[in-house]
Nanobody
């Protein structure tokens, strides 16, 4: 069973930066497409960023383009989300996810996992709070 553990959340002022990490375990011989999703109180889950197994393809939702960077170190089974120029609207619980199932490409997986929890393995989440 894939296990995902996030770290790095916290509270920062607007304009600040945070780096989230997600360590994956519980499997061998597979490199998963992975990503970060977030959910704010009263809002639906949103796909923030995702990265292909080899790290050559990335996806970002429009609101974070130019501010967030997703990366991975496959040797460490870890992905990261570097978040800069944070805004109050970035406040949410951030979840690490790994692809479950077959999808044509990364954006398709992000769309599916946004609507259906069964399209991914999920971490427990780490909270990010950005104050103005």
């Amino acid at each position: 069973q894939v296990q995902l553990v996030e770290s790095g959340g916290g509270s920062v002022q607007a304009g600040g930066s945070l780096r989230l990490s997600c360590s994956a375990s519980g499997y061998t011989g597979i490199t998963y497409r992975m990503g970060w999703f977030r959910q704010a109180p009263g809002n639906e889950r949103e796909g923030v960023a995702a990265i292909s197994p080899g790290g050559d393809t990335t996806y970002y939702t429009d609101s974070v383009k130019g501010r967030f960077t997703i990366s991975r170190e496959n040797a460490k089974n870890t992905i990261y989300l570097e978040m800069n120029s944070l805004k109050p609207e970035d406040t949410a619980m951030y979840y690490c996810a790994a692809n479950k199932g077959t999808f044509l490409n990364t954006p398709q997986w992000v769309s599916a996992a946004t609507k259906n929890s069964n399209a991914a393995y999920w971490g427990q989440g780490t909270r990010v709070t950005v104050s103005s």
